[in-house]
């Protein structure tokens, strides 16, 4: 009985999860709705809700302002509607930092969170995975002689949340692992192994010997 309660357990709590968060991801999503006139919403036009209308406004959104922006005349666009912002005391500097920070993450050229790392936090002995997002900057680098970078490191399970440090990069070892399998291996709490490989993994661990 508790044998066969289990593998139902395993079957049906990740479906469970997986339904939640795709509800939660298109409820939110689905909120873009209130932006229309009322008069235009499923509730006035059908009588009724329509799940997922929102979630299709919102895609389609974001790709016709991606396909308008690529021309010259959205270019000439967003560059006043940003020079517009700038002249905004404290929205401009939220635009800034949040259009820098997008730039960064979701650009092609771009290399923050495309390597996963291995490094010791909290303490000299314990390990844990991060996220390479760069080098320190501005005053940052005057105080730290030498080569340092800065790497991400999320909590589990809820990577979202996580702390921002800055280290030598000797200290860190770069992982043979890319960025999907490593966050599956910290929402997973270190359950979800990703794929072994021992040669490299090997020679990336094996500590230097003293002279």
């Known amino acids: 009985m508790r044998k066969y309660f289990i593998t139902g357990l395993l079957i049906l709590v990740p479906l469970a999860i997986t339904l939640w968060v795709l509800n939660l991801i298109i409820g939110t999503m689905d909120q873009s709705l209130l932006l229309l006139p009322v008069q235009w919403r499923p509730e006035a036009l059908f009588g009724f809700h329509i799940l997922g209308l929102g979630t299709i406004l919102t895609v389609v959104t974001i790709f016709l302002t991606g396909l308008a922006a690529r021309n010259f005349f959205g270019k000439q666009v967003v560059r006043l509607w940003e020079s517009l912002l700038e002249r905004i005391p404290f929205v401009n500097t939220i635009y800034s930092s949040v259009k820098q920070v997008s730039d960064t993450l979701f650009s092609s050229s771009g290399n923050a969170f495309r390597k996963a790392m291995l490094v010791q936090y909290p303490h000299a002995g314990c390990w ?22 800065s790497v991400y490191v999320p909590t589990t399970p809820n990577p979202t949340s996580g702390f921002f440090l800055m280290m030598k990069r000797e200290d860190a070892i770069e992982l043979d692992m890319d960025v999907d399998a490593a966050l599956k291996y910290i929402v997973s709490m270190g359950v979800v192994a990703p794929e072994h490989v021992p040669q490299k993994a090997a020679l990336l661990i094996t500590p230097a010997s003293p002279e």
Do not use: E, R, S
């Open 128 to 149: 844990t995975i991060a996220f390479l997002t760069g080098v320190p900057g501005g005053d940052v680098k005057n105080h730290l002689p030498g080569d340092y970078i």
